[in-house]
Structure formats: C-alpha cells, structure tokens
C-alpha cells in the first residue's frame, strides 16, 4: 500500500514554509489503518515504544493490542499534560521545524515496561521526521536515563527509529543515525 496515497498536504501551515502532513485521513480508511498498524509492528523489535502525543498516540496504541512482542508505550507529552510524583517527571528541550518546546516523560512510565537484561530497550516511533530535532531530543534524553526496578537499576536506551512519514533532505542523517537506526514507511521527496 503506497501511504502517500492516504495523507493530505496543506502548504503552509502552520506558518509559511511549512508542509503539514495531515494523516488523520488513516483514521477513515479501516484498511489503510490496519496495514499501517501492522507494518509498525513488523517493523518494531523491542518490547517498548515511545512516542509522542497526540498523533503518535493514535499508532502505538493499537500495538498493545495487535503485537505479541510490544507490552507498554511510553507517553511523552506536553507541559501540564502528566500528573507526576517528585523525581518522576523529565522534561526535554527540543527543536522542532516551527521553533523550540518542551515536551517530557515520566521515569515511572519506563519503569512499567519490560527490560531487557539490563536495559529497557525501546522503539521510538513518531508520525513525522522532519528537521529530526524531536526525535534527536527525547532519544537523546532517554538515552542519559536508567530506571530502578524492584531495586536494581536499568540503562534506557533507544534502539530504534519508526516514523509513518519522513522528508528525507531536511535532516541531518548522520546525527540520527548516530543514535538508532531508522525506518519510514513513506518518505516525502524535496522540490
């Protein structure tokens, strides 16, 4: 299934410049939806997924249900979006194509998954790969992090990249790819 035949353009918006990517159209087409769903799952090699609200929520849930292999997603949201204990809550600086935000994670979310050895491995998934300074940011951060579990501790580390759509000429590749490999199952070529 060619999934550029499913999203929507809107040139700029939000501000001039900038192509928006609507693929809330997967939402009307059951059959798309679950292709998609299970081409993320073919595609996601660790039993955690991490990924970013609110879109990002729509396409790592249904994992919960669908994979055998994926047993918690962790949310990652904006300011005043997670209720939190002292400690829990990690906020994360990231530039996006529209400017710098925040978003942030709460250590327990990890803590609910599933390690690996010694290491929560986990997928990151997003609907977009733009300017790759979000997924950079929380990889980044997620990678610094190490969670205790019934009193032993765990490193965290991003393994890999899931992206429903990427522009492959607008992000630095090597600096991704430093990090985790990636995957796009649809990519939106430059002028």
């Known amino acids: ?14 501000k001039e410049g900038i192509d928006f990517i609507d693929i809330l159209p997967f939402l009307q087409n059951k059959e798309a939806f679950n292709q998609l769903i299970a081409d993320i799952d073919a595609h996601t090699h660790y039993p955690n ?7 990002g929520f729509l396409f790592a849930a249904p994992l919960l249900t669908q994979s055998k292999l994926v047993q918690s997603v962790i949310p990652i949201r904006k300011k005043g979006k997670l209720p939190y204990n002292e400690g829990d809550l990690h906020d994360v600086a990231i530039q996006k194509e529209y400017g710098s935000d925040h978003v942030y994670y709460r250590l327990s979310d990890i803590a609910a998954g599933v390690p690996e050895g010694d290491t929560f491995n986990i997928t990151f998934f997003d609907d977009i790969l733009a300017t790759g300074g979000t997924a950079v940011g929380i990889a980044e951060a ?12 765990y490193k965290v580390k991003v393994k890999e990249f899931l992206f429903l759509v990427e522009f492959p000429d607008l992000y630095d590749h090597d600096r991704i790819n430093a990090i ?12």
């Not at 299934?1 to 939000?14: E, K, T």
């Not at 985790?180 to 002028?191: C, K, M, N, T």
């Open 142 to 153: 997620l990678n610094r992090e190490t969670v205790t579990l019934n009193g032993r501790e």
């Open 180 to 191: 985790a490999p990636v995957h796009s199952f649809a990519q939106v070529e430059g002028d």
């Open 1 to 14: 299934m060619n999934y550029l035949d499913i999203i929507n353009h809107y040139p700029d918006f939000p």
């Open 49 to 55: 997924v991490a990924t970013v609200e609110a879109r």
